[in-house]
Every structure is written in C-alpha cells, then in structure tokens.
C-alpha cells in the first residue's frame, strides 16, 4: 500500500497560482481529483509512467500543468490563473497501470485532501 502525503493548498486570490506537491514512492499512475462542496469528485489531471503521458479535464486545460520527480517521489499540480470555481479539496491517488487516466474508480489509494479556496 502506497502512502500519499498532499501538501502545498491555501487561499489566494483569483488569478493567482498555488502548486500542490504529494509524496509517493515507486511507479504509479497518478491523478488529481477535487470536490468541491455538495458535488461529486471530478479528475483534474493524471500522469503515467512517462511524464510526457498527462491528460487534463477541459475546466483546467492551459492553466493547470501536472508533473512528476521520481528522483524526489514527488507529484505536483502547478495552478496558474485560478478562478474561484476552482475551490475545492485537492485530492493526490495513485492507481496501478501505466498510462494516465482520468477515472476515479481506477484509483485505489488516496491521499487526505488539502483545500485550495480561490477568492474573487
């Protein structure tokens, strides 16, 4: 079982930038999900093996970047140009394959969520 450590949430206006870090080990297909309040979680980005392999829901495209270190274990979600529709808790997981996916019953361990609040 693979342990999912999420850092890096806040408050910031809109138009600012946060990035989220999450610590993993070993090779994983990883994704980031959010929910926001009385909604369903929704995939935000996910990356494969290979760190050219992302994809993007359409919301995020051009302003999210999803990205990966296997020499620091670290998993990141760089937010640019956020927009109050973007708050929500941020969830890091980790799902077992090698290409990205964005379905959530594909992701079987999660980490605990950090919130992101955008301000208008």
């Known amino acids: 079982q693979v342990q999912l450590v999420e850092s890096g949430g806040g408050l910031v206006q809109a138009g600012g930038s946060l990035r989220l870090s999450c610590a993993v080990s070993?090779?994983?297909?990883m994704g980031w999900f959010r929910q926001a309040p009385g909604k369903e979680r929704e995939a935000v980005a996910a990356?494969?093996?290979?760190?050219?392999?992302?994809t993007y829901a359409d919301s995020v495209k051009g302003r999210f970047t999803i990205s990966r270190d296997y020499a620091n274990k670290m998993v990141y979600l760089q937010m640019d140009s956020l927009k109050p529709e973007d708050t929500a808790v941020y969830y890091c997981?980790?799902?077992?394959?090698?290409?990205?996916?964005?379905?959530?019953?594909?992701?079987?361990?999660w980490g605990q969520g950090t919130q992101v609040t955008v301000t208008s």
């Open positions: 997981a980790a799902a077992r394959g090698y290409s990205a996916s964005v379905v959530v019953q594909e992701y079987d361990q």
């Open positions: 070993g090779r994983y297909v």
């Open positions: 990356i494969g093996w290979q760190s050219d392999n992302r």
